[in-house]
């Protein structure tokens, strides 16, 4: 049986469009919020069960259902980096024609533009914060790939939670809802400003800051309050920052507000 399904594995991963949900946290967030699971494979299903009456009882039976049981030399050699909860699958990415409509609908939350970001972590742990805070969405420019198996861990599959997508600058959803601020030390101080709604956010990349394509598509330059000498903060820091900032605005009527 093990052997039929490291097949129906391989022959799934071999398709582009389908995701690594590395760990239990990735698989019950993508199936709270509507992914398609193509596959679904443990280890430790004691474990798996244990984990699922603890911290999501509301998906133990589907859970219970959907795993298929695999030797831990199967799963290591499936999955190299072994998720310490013994529990992998693949699912189908995000209609892209659903999210660009999600991304160019009328909107009041912030979209969030990471532009030219280098680190695949950080793209997911700002994934992550937008799902949180409930941001209508996460668009990167430049060539990384925001549903990157290394993005898509650090947002504990939290994706499907929200729209991400990978656009040229020339294709950002229409700041016509709202301006385009980029974040930037020579930009006016957040904290004396409102966040118009449905604004958009753009943050540089981790080591050169915004690009001048997107210094010069932006509206309004904003700065985050920082110390002096201190040089930066970290991008999901930077993000938090300033969508805690927003919500603190937006009040109990903000998205991600409970």
Do not use: C
């Not at 742990?125 to 898509?152: E, S």
């Not at 861990?153 to 959803?173: E, F």
């Not at 006016?188 to 598509?217: Q, Y």
């Amino acid at each position: 049986m093990s052997g039929d399904v490291v097949r129906q594995w391989r022959e799934a991963a071999a398709d582009d469009r389908a995701v690594l949900l590395d760990g239990f946290h990735a698989l019950k967030h993508a199936l709270r919020f509507g992914a398609r699971v193509r596959i679904a494979v443990t280890a430790s299903r004691d474990d798996v069960r244990a984990l699922a009456e603890e911290l999501a009882p509301d998906l133990a039976a589907r859970l219970a259902g959907l795993l298929t049981d695999v030797s831990d030399r199967e799963l290591r050699d499936l999955v190299p980096r072994r998720h310490p909860t013994g529990v992998a699958a693949l699912a189908d990415r995000a209609d892209a024609a659903s999210v660009r409509a999600a991304l160019r609908a009328p909107r009041t939350a912030p979209v969030v533009v990471l532009d030219n970001p280098r680190n695949l972590g950080n793209v997911g742990a700002v994934v992550r914060l937008a799902a949180g805070m409930g941001a209508t969405g996460v668009v990167t420019t430049g060539d990384a790939d925001p549903w990157h198996a290394n993005a898509v861990r650090g947002a504990a599959g939290l994706h499907y939670a929200t729209a991400v997508a990978r656009l040229p600058l020339g294709d950002l959803p229409d700041a016509a809802p709202g301006p385009l601020y980029a974040l930037d030390p020579a930009g006016d101080d957040l904290r004396t400003l409102r966040l118009p709604p449905g604004v958009l956010l753009a943050f540089g990349s981790e080591r050169h800051g915004i690009s001048p394509a997107m210094r010069g598509r932006a509206d309004r330059l904003v700065s985050l309050p920082m110390r002096p000498q201190v040089s930066s903060y970290n991008l999901a820091t930077s993000v938090a920052m300033a969508l805690y900032h927003w919500s603190l605005a937006a009040g109990p009527d903000a998205p991600g507000a409970r």
